[in-house]
């Protein structure tokens, strides 16, 4: 009977442990809006379950024994070994409900390595670029096609191309983040020399330079396990005052800069302001891009 | 006490001094790296949200199992699995088609339709195959890699045929059961003919009978929340190692193997294991190494991750006998391997 109790406890704490995150507005923190709606629906799985060991626990007290079959999974007579496994159930919550959830930041960007380059397969797929020479002012519509070749795998990356082309100032949104940033990245030749606006949190590698500090967001899919940062270098002489994980906005001109044996892009700023962090920190691949 | 000592402690040291020898490894500092508060909250979000993400698809494994248990009698399971080992190797590698699970689902409905009487090897091979052969994984893998749509092909047909070529080899060379043994089982199995020729004859659960219906509302969260708690366990321990060995080891020390193509695939398929991401998302990290590695490695992640990682290897311990996971992991490791650098050379 004691078991069916403390795993009814178990199971509604998970379940409101559940309800408490979406209440605080933490859910995003760990898991990505197309995800929230099942884990939503398994705490009230998690409840029924819990409502069913009262129910057991009460059948047994009033002697009935219970409906089920009690197989394979008899609870272990040993009284260390249940308190190992429900303290191993215990401590999530614990963690969940006393430790206050921060954010991801630089200590993992450095863990996981930031991704600065999001096109370097595409780019080896895609006819180069036939007119570097050429100055961004003296276009018109017909010659931006001859900026923007594409075959079948970057159409929809050169059409939006066209459409950030067309700006004075080139925006990264946060719903479009990693797709602007491949963009960018793919057709350099035609964005080197424009003006860029990107905001996330403040991120070194060990081998960057004192002028150069990485402007990073994590990229998430489906939970924060699988959080990626992606960055833009950003390049200027005071990059020094500003500390690793806070929040900062950039403006700078579009170049390219070497770094680890490859000409990642990269700006030259003109300028550079600390922000509030976002509400959530992270951003998320739009799979309707280019559909 | 002493037994409990002997059982727990030494373990408990091993995976102590494990976790020391990869610190003096990569070099760090105990006290600095493992207590400083970002990497304590690095810690807990990833812990969290593994378990988090891996709740629904869980729950939803233990309540289809559940389900299988009340509702499907042995005979209709033995009826629908094929005889012919061929076909029954081939329904087992398609069965994901129809019923798509991830791997955390998988292992409680796989260890279900073998108690009940499907042939071991088929319910492996379904075990491997449906985490990937299926069309959610199919959808995710091509979004991620609209790049090179060769990518979801290969993975679909590399899982396949691992999983097909593994499935014969049990066939030939498995002789007893990969279950743990359960000596409670032949009154359990009674007790249930029992109960379904009863409800037959009744007709059907919510007949005149309300007992009937009751019985089995509570036999299903009964099945339910206790195989939720036993494979709950296993996942709350991986996600636990997965976090710490996220927060603590550095990308940097692993890609300096990727030069060499060799390591390139040992590399992708180790990170696939250490990670224990779901088969549903896994192909968006792998996307992001488009560039760092070739096809062929990043093939080898998308395919052996899915079948085996670090979270899924214990929830496989909990169930099947400590012999077989190891044959099983070795043997679906060397045939991800070739398979891949075959793909590779292929395309």
């Keep these: 009977m004691i078991h069916h109790l403390i795993r009814a406890a178990i199971l509604t704490g998970f379940a409101m442990f559940i309800v408490y995150l979406d209440r605080t507005g933490e859910m995003g923190m760990f898991i990505a809006p197309r995800m929230e709606l099942y884990v ?56 969940g409900f006393l430790v206050p959830t921060g954010t991801l930041g630089s200590a993992l960007a450095s863990k996981k390595g930031v991704n600065f380059s999001t096109a370097v397969k595409l780019e080896q797929t895609a006819p180069q670029s036939p007119h570097p020479d050429l100055k961004p002012d ?79 967001r994590f990229v998430m899919n489906c939970c924060s396990a699988d959080a990626m940062p992606y960055g833009l270098m950003i390049n200027w002489p005071k990059a020094m005052n500003f500390a690793n994980d806070e929040w900062v906005s950039v403006k700078g001109i579009l170049s390219t800069a070497a770094y680890q044996d490859h000409d990642i892009i990269s700006l030259d700023v003109t300028k550079i302001e600390r922000i509030h962090a976002p509400d959530s920190p992270y951003v998320y691949p739009d799979l309707d891009f280019g559909l | ?61 233990v309540l289809f199992s559940a389900l299988l248990q009340v509702f499907v009698t042995d005979e209709l399971i033995r009826k629908f699995t094929p005889k012919n080992p061929i076909a029954g190797v081939l329904f087992g590698a398609l069965l994901g088609i129809i019923f798509p699970l991830c791997e955390c689902g998988m292992i409680p409905v796989v260890r279900r339709l073998i108690r009940k009487g499907m042939p071991a090897y088929i319910g492996i091979v379904y075990l491997l195959a449906g985490p990937i052969v299926n069309p959610i994984v199919y959808t995710s893998t091509f979004t991620a890699f609209r790049g090179t749509p060769e990518m979801a092909y290969s993975r679909m047909g590399l899982a396949f045929v691992i999983s097909v070529v593994v499935g014969f080899l049990l066939y030939k060379f498995m002789r007893k059961s990969p279950l743990k043994a359960t000596p409670a089982l032949h009154v359990i199995h009674h007790n249930h003919n029992h109960k379904h020729s009863h409800s037959h004859s009744h007709d059907h659960d919510h007949s005149k009978n309300g007992s009937g219906f009751r019985g089995k509302g509570a036999s299903i969260l009964s099945h339910s929340s206790d195989e939720f708690f036993e494979m709950g366990k296993y996942l709350i321990f991986g996600a636990f190692l997965t976090a710490i060995i996220q927060t603590v080891v550095d990308r940097s020390t692993l890609t300096a193997f990727a030069e060499q193509p060799f390591f390139a695939y040992l590399f992708m398929m180790a990170f696939a294991f250490i990670l224990s991401i779901c088969s549903t998302s896994d192909a968006f990290i792998a996307s992001s190494f488009n560039g760092v590695f070739d096809f062929g490695p990043l093939l080898a992640f998308l395919v052996f991750g899915a079948m085996i990682d670090f979270k899924n290897l ?27 650098w075959v793909t590779e050379v292929l395309i």
């Design chain 1, 40 to 95: 939503k629906l398994s705490a009230l799985g998690l409840y029924a379950a819990a409502i069913y060991q009262i129910y057991a626990a009460l059948q047994k007290r009033i002697g009935h024994t219970a409906p089920s079959c009690d197989c394979e999974h008899e609870p272990s007579p040993s009284v260390m070994k249940s308190i190992l496994i429900y303290g191993l159930f215990i401590f999530p919550l614990l963690l």
């Design chain 2, 314 to 340: 214990l929830m496989l311990l909990s169930t099947f006998r400590v012999k077989f996971v190891i044959i099983l992991t070795l043997l679906v490791a060397v045939l991800t391997l070739v398979g891949a």
């Design chain 1, 138 to 216: 003296s276009k018109t519509d017909g010659s931006i096609d001859s900026l923007f070749p594409f075959d079948e795998y970057t159409e929809a990356h050169a059409a939006y191309g066209k459409q950030l082309y067309k700006k004075t100032l080139i925006p990264v949104p946060e719903h479009l983040f990693i797709e602007t940033l491949t963009t960018l990245d793919l057709y350099r030749n035609a964005f080197i020399g424009k003006e860029v606006e990107i905001s996330g949190f403040v991120y070194r590698e060990d081998d960057m330079g004192k002028e150069q500090l990485v402007v990073s």
């Design chain 2, 1 to 61: 006490m002493q037994k409990f000592l002997y059982r727990y402690v030494t373990p408990l040291l091993g995976v102590g001094c494990l976790i020391m020898l990869a610190l003096i490894v990569t070099q760090r500092d105990l006290p600095d790296r493992l207590l400083n508060s970002a990497n304590l909250q690095t810690f807990k979000i990833i812990f969290i949200s593994v378990i988090l993400e891996a709740f629904p698809f869980i729950l939803l494994g």
